[in-house]
Structure formats: structure tokens, C-alpha cells
């Protein structure tokens, strides 16, 4: 069975995540069952997950977050296909524009 969304991270998802994973190896856990839930419902359709729609965010820069206890990832839905563009702990830089 196909998953309903492809999820893909841009260049600089994937240089954060190698590099946090190196420091925090519990990030591996949170993000296979991150890809889980990215790859069946994005939008939170069903209100079972830590998602939020975040507001004044342009295209391509995280319009979505999800959240694992103090790790937060960011994406865009484009279609049906996951853009992940951030990953990071939560502080106060998370959510700002880079």
C-alpha cells in the first residue's frame, strides 16, 4: 500500500537533521514517527495529532508545524507531496524566518 503523501526534505532540512542527530539521538525516533504522520495526514484532518497551521508564513517557509515534546518540525503541503524545511529544538529562533 502507497502512502496517500510523498515527504521530502529540502537541502537545508537535511543538513540540520544529520547535524542534530549526531548531538541528540533521540531525534531519530521522533523522526520516523514524524514521516508517519506526514506521510497519511499533513493537515491534521482527523485532530489526533501536535499540528498547527502557523500564520503570517509565506510559501516555502514552514507553514505547518509539528510538534514531539521539545522538537518542532516545519513543512509545506504542496499537492499531495510533504516539503520538510525545518527541524530544531524549541526556542525562541524556531519559528523566525532565516
Not at 531525534?27 to 508517519?36: D, M, P
Not at 507553514?63 to 514531539?68: A, E, K, S
Not at 515534546?69 to 499537492?79: E, I, K, L, P, S
Request: proline content about 6%; some cysteine; hydrophobic content about 25%.
Amino acid at each position: 500500500m502507497t502512502s496517500p503523501f510523498s515527504v521530502r526534505g529540502t537541502p537545508r532540512f537535511d543538513r540540520l537533521l544529520r547535524k542534530l542527530t549526531r548531538k541528540h539521538p533521540d531525534l531519530s525516533e521522533h523522526f520516523a514517527e514524524a514521516l508517519v504522520i506526514l506521510s497519511t495526514d499533513p493537515y491534521n484532518s482527523s485532530g489526533s495529532y501536535p499540528i498547527r497551521k502557523l500564520r503570517g508564513m509565506g510559501q516555502g517557509e514552514g507553514q505547518y508545524r509539528l510538534r514531539f515534546g521539545r522538537w518542532r518540525f516545519r513543512y509545506d503541503v504542496r499537492g499531495r507531496e510533504v516539503e520538510l524545511s525545518y527541524c530544531g529544538l524549541r526556542r525562541e529562533d524556531t519559528y523566525r524566518p532565516s
